[in-house]
């Protein structure tokens, strides 16, 4: 079954997009470069497994720009999309935990060098785990989500301390800093950092302290409990076409992939993922984005189909073979039913996010992005 390939509408946030170009890195965004684009996204929607909806926000420079949405967000009520509709982000809630973690050490609350055993003395191994390790992927720490008293239960609100429970009574998966291993582990961890060194609840400090100097009032902690407006279902395919996702707590993922949001305002993290952002100071970006090194001096490197990539604080740093000038700054996420991808682009002022209500649809919002990005970088294919 295909997708509902109506478009809600491209909802202009600013008006003189509409009247003068807008420079961005080498390309301008005009109401000509902005109908391609949706054309660009049509033509995916109508390919098979396409998602059955969208919702994608473009920025430039210090505010949302536009925002296209597509298809639906509840299939049996046939509500669509729009600019209202509010998705898991995922694993993209690491780029707040990171932004945490380096707002406390500017406010000399930690350091990211510092060792686990600073704040979680009887973790196995702390003393040889930096947060840095943590933040990279490189602590060698278990996967929590991979321990079969998680994996048969993700139905259930798992507390940060039960996870860090589970983590601690492993084995660990390599020494530190001998591999770079993704790890949804590391950021239960680094959550619980930050309420040590904050004082304050892991959620409660992203909303007053990430988020709303950002101006990102749609992010909020995931529930199933709680109603919320305009929530986006999750689908997956079968053999007959879409079916729900399976429930799984919005709740247990917590500082590694529990926040909620609108697509316009994740998009909005992009003017603090520079070095004269709001939040970091020069150096705290620089570390973020620093290239990961192991043991021996080995780069963490991940080859991609027409990438490569590298991880940094809560990211992930794209080399895209297409885009060489601009390096995509980002993070992707995926929840049973969803998948999303958000860049800012090194070298301009663009940034995208993309997110869909489909299981595996991951490549299809990292591909829109790429897309997105390369039609305003690099101008239309002739």
Not at 296 to 313: E, F, H, I, M, Q
């Amino acid at each position: 079954m295909l997708p509902d390939l109506r478009c809600v509408g491209i909802l202009l946030l600013t008006l003189m997009a509409w009247l003068t170009d807008l420079p961005v890195g080498a390309a301008t965004l005009t109401p000509e470069r902005l109908a391609e684009a949706d054309k660009l996204i049509r033509t995916k929607l109508a390919t098979e497994g396409a998602p059955p909806g969208l919702a994608i926000a473009i920025l430039a420079g210090a505010h949302p720009v536009a925002t296209m949405s597509y298809g639906t967000a509840n299939l049996e009520q046939s509500t669509p999309v729009d600019v209202e509709s509010i998705f898991p982000v995922a694993s993209i809630t690491k780029v707040f935990t990171a932004l945490a973690i380096l707002q406390l050490e500017q406010a000399g609350r930690l350091s990211t060098e510092d060792a686990l055993s600073r704040f979680l003395p009887n973790f196995p191994n702390a003393a040889q785990i930096t947060l840095s390790d943590l933040l990279v992927h490189t602590s060698g720490i278990a996967e929590f989500t991979d321990i079969p008293t998680f994996a048969d239960h993700q139905e259930r609100d798992w507390k940060p301390d039960e996870l860090i429970a589970m983590v601690a009574a492993a084995p660990p998966l390599h020494a530190p800093r001998q591999v770079c291993l993704y790890s949804d582990s590391g950021y239960i961890l680094l959550g619980r950092i930050v309420e040590l060194a904050s004082g304050q609840p892991f959620m409660e400090y992203v909303k007053e302290r990430v988020a709303q100097p950002l101006a990102m009032p749609s992010v909020a902690a995931g529930t199933h409990r709680d109603l919320v407006p305009h929530r986006v279902d999750g689908y997956v395919q079968d053999g007959s076409g879409w079916i729900n996702a399976p429930y799984v707590s919005l709740q247990a993922p917590w500082a590694a992939g529990g926040l909620t949001a609108r697509v316009d305002d994740l998009v909005r993290l992009a003017p603090a993922l520079k070095a004269d952002g709001p939040l970091l100071q020069p150096a705290s970006y620089a570390k973020m984005v620093a290239p990961v090194v192991l043991a021996g001096g080995k780069a963490c490197r991940l080859d991609l189909p027409g990438a490569n990539a590298t991880y940094g604080y809560g990211l992930e740093i794209v080399h895209f073979d297409d885009l060489p000038d601009h390096r995509a700054i980002g993070k992707s996420g995926v929840f049973p039913g969803y998948g999303g991808y958000f860049a800012a682009f090194e070298g301009s002022d663009l940034a995208v996010a993309a997110l869909a209500n489909a299981d595996g649809s991951l490549p299809f919002t990292v591909e829109a992005v790429h897309d997105i990005a390369k039609l305003f970088l690099s101008g239309p294919t002739p």
